[in-house]
């Protein structure tokens, strides 16, 4: 697969103009079709092939390609896979949205260039997204929220970790694994000053608070 910079460039040109008309209420379904036109031609002419040759793309595509070239494949394949949902094209859209969810998960450090610049944004936003419940598995989703976590723990990002690994535990039933990893989280947050906590967004009371949460729901898993 070659993806030369005249690609990139127009396929973000291209991705832009998709963005602007994501479906509303009252969005037509000529315009929904434009809209994937639009965006499968940008991605197949990312990819070397053809807009009809897209459904043979399979993971090994993308992940032999460096980070910059998968955050932006991932965004294509984002949009695309919600426009296929709208479309009704379930299974398309499922295909889409996985591919985009791979490319998001193994590039979480790259940042984009424009004002939506954090990959993890766009994981977060494809995991809330409508197509995600014809994706993903709950097991899978919760999967990425913890991803999420341990990239936002990482970047002292600690408001979001938090929604994050919360996310994760109402999505996986509280598995053992998780609420032991979270405890460690609010016990390493207990130990820094007032002030480091509010900086971040999480006061020492919420601290507390949620600890104890995790600590009763930890009780209630190791007796299920």
Request: overall charge negative; aromatic content about 10%.
């Amino acid at each position: 697969m070659i993806f030369q910079d005249k690609h990139l460039e127009k396929a973000l040109n291209d991705l832009e103009t998709a963005y602007e008309g994501l479906p509303g209420e009252d969005y037509e379904y000529e315009d929904l079709t434009i809209s994937l036109q639009i965006v499968e031609r940008a991605l197949a002419e990312a990819l070397r092939t053809k807009p009809d040759l897209l459904i043979l793309v399979d993971p090994t595509d993308i992940e032999s390609e460096d980070d910059r070239i998968k955050a932006h494949l991932g965004r294509l394949l984002f949009v695309r896979a919600i426009l296929l949902y709208d479309l009704r094209h379930y299974e398309f859209a499922a295909r889409s949205a996985r591919l985009a969810c791979q490319a998001f998960r193994d590039t979480l450090a790259f940042e984009f260039d424009d004002e939506d610049r954090y990959v993890a944004n766009h994981l977060h936003k494809l995991m809330m997204s409508d197509v995600a419940s014809v994706a993903f598995r709950d097991d899978e989703i919760a999967d990425s929220y913890e991803k999420l976590f341990d990239y936002y723990v990482q970047l002292q990002l600690l408001d979001r970790a938090e929604d994050m690994l919360f996310h994760a535990l109402d999505l996986a039933g509280d598995p053992i694994h998780l609420l032991e990893k979270g405890i460690e989280f609010y016990d390493h947050l207990r130990e820094q000053s007032r002030r480091f906590l509010q900086k971040r967004g999480l006061p020492l009371r919420e601290v507390n608070e949620s600890r104890r949460e995790l600590e009763e729901r930890f009780q209630a898993a190791r007796i299920r």
